[in-house]
Each structure stands twice: as C-alpha cells, then as structure tokens.
C-alpha cells in the first residue's frame, strides 16, 4: 500500500500561471480532501469529495477548483496562481467514521 | 463542532511521559475528540480518538473528563521523535468528517 501520494512534491510558478496538483489513494477510501498550511498555523480546508462525482467547498476555496472522476483520484486545480496560494498543500483520504490519511504534501511558491 | 483549545507549547525529557491537555468545554453528546500531530512539515498523523470512555492504543492513552469538557493525551515515554506538533479536534462523526485545525500544541522532547 503506497497510502496517499502526491505529485509534485515541490514547485514554484509564476503570477498567472496555472497547474494541477495530484492526489492519489489506494485504499478504496470515498472520502478525499485537499488542505494548505501557511508557515506557523494550522491546516485549512479547501475541498473535499464524499464519493466520485461528488465535491463540496471547504473554508477556503476561492482560487481553486476541484474534480472527483474516480475514487483514487483528487486533483486540485490552481487557475490564476497569486503570491497568497504560496503554501505547502496537503491531500487526504478517509471514511466515514474513520481517521484520514494524509499525503506527503506539496510545496508551492508563487513569485 | 466544538472549539479546542490547547496551550501553544510544552516540554518533556526524553523517556517521561507526555501529558497534552486540551479544553473542548463546548463539546456535544455526539462529537469525539480527535489527537492527530505534524512531525516537521510532514502530513498529519493520526493518533487516537474516542468520545466518552478511555482509550489506549500502541501510540498513546486518551483520558477524557466525566463531564467531557477536556481530555489529556498521554505519551508514555516520549522520545526525540514525538517532538511534533498535536492538534486535538472535536468532530461529529457520520457527515462529511472534516477535520478542523487549530494552531496545535508544540512538543518538544529533550533529551
């Protein structure tokens, strides 16, 4: 079992540009999340899925979009990437009932 | 769910046992109180969970008051390698499991 795994690790985009960030689970978990963490604080909640085909807005989604096509897969979308998205972005998997699973993280610059 | 609240920092020596207290006076009938912890940047971790009674697993022992208003985590000896930071969240089970973070209580062990 790899667990929760994300890709890339690390970036730095430009004003303006736009990537994908990638989430992957292979534990059959319906529940997925996307979370960031700013130096010094806690995490915050951007989406989050209950099942394929499902997504729901977290605490702060503005910049950002989501899709669940399969149950393994969660990839966020950064469309106009701004200096504020600099942050290190942290994906789960979970059930209901049941603790999550987080990823590794991916740390990203916007300059 | 239910406000946490935890001290920002504590020390223990190496080989004692950790005792993290968390105040979640707010707490409803049907919300558990959730310890997972970020070692380094790394993605959380879970710990434990539990709603009324004590629980004990092979990483730690959560306490919880009669009247459910705190709870301590016990790490029974600690080592180098619990010095992370602990986040206790209080979350309803059975919806959408979103996890709520503070900004967490930093333990470092000294050896």
């Known amino acids: 079992n790899a667990g929760v795994t994300q890709t890339p690790k690390f970036r730095i985009l430009k004003i303006g540009q736009s990537m994908t960030l990638q989430c992957t689970q292979d534990?059959?978990?319906?529940?997925m999340y996307w979370y960031r963490q700013d130096p010094g604080m806690g995490l915050k909640l951007i989406y989050y899925?209950?099942?394929?085909?499902?997504?729901d807005k977290g605490e702060v989604p503005n910049g950002y979009n989501v899709s669940r096509s399969t149950t393994e897969d969660f990839p966020l979308r950064l469309e106009l990437a701004a200096p504020s998205q600099t942050s290190v972005y942290f994906c789960?998997?979970?059930?209901?009932?049941?603790?999550?699973?987080f990823g590794p993280g991916t740390r990203l610059t916007v300059t | 769910d239910a406000k946490t609240t935890q001290p920002p920092s504590m020390d223990c020596a190496e080989g004692r046992a950790a005792n993290l207290p968390c105040n979640h006076s707010t707490i409803s009938g049907n919300e558990y109180v959730y310890w997972y912890r970020q070692i380094h940047s790394q993605g959380p971790q879970y710990i434990i969970h539990g709603l009324k009674n004590n629980e004990t697993n092979e990483m730690a022992s959560l306490i919880i008051t009669e009247d459910r208003k705190s709870s301590t985590l016990i790490l029974p000896h600690a080592t180098l390698r619990d010095t992370a930071v602990y986040y206790c969240?209080?979350?309803?089970?059975?919806?959408?499991?979103?996890?709520?973070f503070g900004k967490g209580m930093k333990l470092t062990v000294n050896p």
């Open positions: 899925s209950v099942g394929a085909g499902i997504t």
């Open positions: 969240i209080a979350i309803t089970q059975g919806g959408s499991e979103k996890l709520v």
């Open positions: 789960a998997s979970g059930d209901r009932g049941r603790e999550q699973y």
């Open positions: 534990m059959n978990h319906n529940y």
